[in-house]
């Protein structure tokens, strides 16, 4: 979808004049068309969307209601908990590994959500905790998953990725397996592997241009032995329960994960808002679809514009790919040294000599779903109008808060 973006600006601040800044939006074209993007690349195999990178009730419920996905892959066991309490789904996989114990105790408690939400376990003390809240036979089975470490290890200690399950190996896995599907009051269902340093590293990194050589000659050398270790991982947890469920990959891998044929279901969610970091891919860019607007207050010298805020910074390592963009008007960048501010963000280029107090400059954020934590709604823009509807935040829920 190739939008214009002297025409989206216009139709951005048509829609949201009468709003007071700062704004979030999300233009419900921009969010289909990746939608169905998203589902054209996965080949047919179901996606399960990751509620990290939207945190928005109405745009889960949004893309749930499409062809092609299915079920929600949850940050937290309380939000788990609360999108299914609150009708958004009945199919709910919590990627990381919960130790909130009231948490662990409403869902022991309850049938429908222990029917509902499967774990993440990588470790037995996983589910001694559990056991420990409520035992075993005082209780319905809770489901569970369990990760396989998707990291590259190429050679000795060198590794390429994030640092998430221990369990590497298909032996391990195997084995792990084994004493799962002994342990009283679970049911394995599934199995998980995200290989981050394939879908969440873009192999065009504006600028550096070794770099982006670099990266894409680690992607092309640890796809192969990612597809051969899963693929033997699955096998030997298959020989002891029949998984439900195999998820793997995400927005930046999407089409080489749906071609591992051991994978059953991939996750995305990021693809769906289109944030900076999804600009530095090559196989797939998504439209970008969420914005935030910011008013100039000050012109402190010629060719400066200053906006009112501004530095909602992204997680992850710290530098430029983190800050937001000026994105609309175009030509717009940061001071060196000064950067996004908390209070105050002055902007340089040429489009600044053009901009007066009251006028907005809208930014897109570097990952997707942390612009929701800045704000209590957004805005769903269709055509010249805009409707809000609250954020995760703007319903009072802070789930890694």
């Avoid at 065009?204 to 092309?220: C, D, H, S």
């Amino acid at each position: 979808m190739i939008v214009e973006r002297s025409a989206l600006r216009k139709r951005l601040d048509r829609a949201t004049g009468h709003l007071e800044t700062p704004l979030a939006v999300v233009d419900l074209a921009a969010f289909d068309a990746n939608a169905s993007a998203l589902s054209v690349r996965s080949a047919g195999k179901p996606i399960r969307v990751a509620s990290k990178s939207v945190r928005v009730r109405a745009l889960l419920e949004r893309v749930l209601a499409r062809p092609g996905w299915s079920g929600v892959m949850a940050y937290t066991l309380p939000e788990a908990i609360w999108l299914v309490r609150s009708g958004v789904t009945d199919d709910v996989l919590v990627a990381y590994p919960s130790v909130d114990r009231t948490a662990i105790a409403e869902l022991a408690s309850d049938p429908q959500l222990a029917a509902a939400i499967a774990i993440m376990v990588d470790n037995p003390a996983h589910l001694d905790l559990v056991d420990a809240v409520a035992a075993p036979g005082q209780r319905p089975d809770v489901r569970i998953c369990l990760e396989l470490d998707a990291s590259w290890r190429p050679a000795g200690p060198l590794h390429i990725g994030v640092r998430r399950s221990p369990i590497h190996s298909a032996a391990q896995a195997g084995s792990l397996a084994a004493k799962l599907v002994k342990r009283q009051g679970f049911k394995l269902v599934g199995m998980m592997a995200y290989e981050a340093h394939i879908a969440g590293l873009g192999d065009k990194p504006p600028g550096q241009a070794l770099r982006a050589r670099g990266i894409r000659m680690m992607q092309r050398r640890s796809l192969p032995e990612l597809l051969k270790r899963r693929m033997a991982a699955v096998r030997a947890v298959r020989e002891h329960v029949d998984l439900e469920f195999v998820n793997g990959g995400g927005t930046g891998s999407m089409a080489a994960t749906a071609s591992d044929p051991s994978v059953t279901e991939i996750a995305a969610g990021s693809g769906l808002y289109g944030p900076t970091l999804f600009d530095a891919y090559r196989t797939w860019q998504p439209t970008p679809a969420a914005f935030f607007a910011l008013s100039v207050v000050r012109r402190p010298a010629p060719k400066i514009a200053t906006v009112l805020g501004g530095g909602w910074i992204a997680s992850g390592p710290p530098g430029t790919s983190r800050q937001p963009t000026p994105w609309l008007p175009e030509g717009l960048r940061f001071r060196g040294d000064e950067g996004a501010g908390e209070v105050q963000t002055p902007l340089v280029g040429a489009a600044a000599d053009e901009l007066q107090p009251g006028d907005r400059v809208w930014f897109r954020h570097a990952k997707a779903g942390e612009l929701c934590e800045h704000v209590n709604e957004v805005h769903l823009v269709d055509g010249d109008t805009a409707a809000p509807t609250p954020t995760y935040r703007g319903e009072g829920y802070a789930f890694l808060g």
